[in-house]
């Protein structure tokens, strides 16, 4: 598959997460799912943002989002959650009983490799993995489905890829992915570091100010020390 030139940091795609409140619902009805893809469309219009790839689960949702600036992920994501916020305690009469997302949303960058296309099988993916559709594209509230099944009005909000779609793209969301692939893209979500080559990761992390997120988890080791003050 191709491969692409590392990106300035205003463009490089990401991968963007967001989860309800101690895993309570965000959706528990088809028209809760409708009603946030009306928001999500309100948001492209009040925050311009490239979508690559989505998918809504019940309790939390996924995107590949593509910002043109610095400045646009954050601004368009905190648009989305804070007006699905609102809109949805109207809906459901809790005003004022607290946030329905855990927070601020997690996100990381992706190199537009054979990365992208693991990025964006993992999202695609998410309802056939949950055992929520017995195919990928049967789960309405994704962009697979949108590609595939949704008019040019309904999918009108996804852009194109900075990869081509493969040929047997829908073939290959809905073959399993590797432990190894699957572990990899959840340091990347549990830790935000970089996701890509080894060299592309170190190169990203340094350039966004995120070296940490590739350090081991945990508190460093001290240097050990003998009776005369000297290292061990």
């Given at each position: 598959?191709?491969r692409?030139?590392r990106?300035t ?7 963007v ?8 619902p965000l959706?528990?009805k088809p028209?809760?799912?409708?009603a946030?893809l009306r928001?999500?469309a309100?948001?492209l ?5 490239r979508?690559l ?14 910002p043109?600036?610095d400045?646009?992920?954050s601004?368009?994501?905190?648009w989305l959650?804070h007006t ?6 109207a ?8 946030h329905?997302?855990q927070?601020?949303?997690k996100?990381?960058?992706?190199e537009t490799d054979?990365h ?10 998410n309802?056939?993995r949950?055992?929520l559709a017995?195919r ?8 697979l ?7 040019a009005?309904s ?9 081509p779609?493969?040929?047997?793209w829908?073939?290959?969301v809905?073959?399993p992915?590797?432990?190894?692939e699957?572990?990899a893209?959840?340091?990347?979500v ?9 060299d592309?990761?170190?190169?990203t992390?340094?350039?966004l100010g995120l070296n ?6 945990g ?6 020390h ?7």
């Open positions: 598959m191709p692409r030139r990106q940091p205003g463009g490089f795609v990401y991968h997460l967001n989860r309800a409140v101690a895993r309570l959706f528990e028209a809760d799912y409708a946030f928001v999500l309100e948001a219009h009040e925050c311009p943002m979508i790839s989505f998918i809504l689960m019940p309790n939390h949702w996924h995107f590949v989002l593509w043109e600036r400045g646009e992920l601004a368009f994501c905190r959650a699905h916020a609102m809109r949805w305690h809906h459901y009469h809790t005003s004022g009983t607290g329905i997302y927070g601020r949303f996100a990381f960058a992706i054979d992208f296309y693991t990025v964006c099988r993992y999202v695609e993916r309802a056939l949950a055992n017995q990928a594209e049967h789960w309405r509230w994704s962009s489905w949108r590609r595939i099944h949704g008019d009005e999918g009108s909000f996804l852009s194109a890829w900075p990869l779609v493969p040929q047997n829908v073939d290959l809905n073959a992915q590797t432990v190894a699957l572990e893209l959840r340091r990347s549990q830790r935000g570091c970089p996701f890509g080559s080894p592309w990761q170190k190169q992390a340094a350039g940490h997120t590739l350090r081991p988890p508190r460093p080791r001290k240097a050990a003998d009776k005369k003050g000297g290292l061990e």
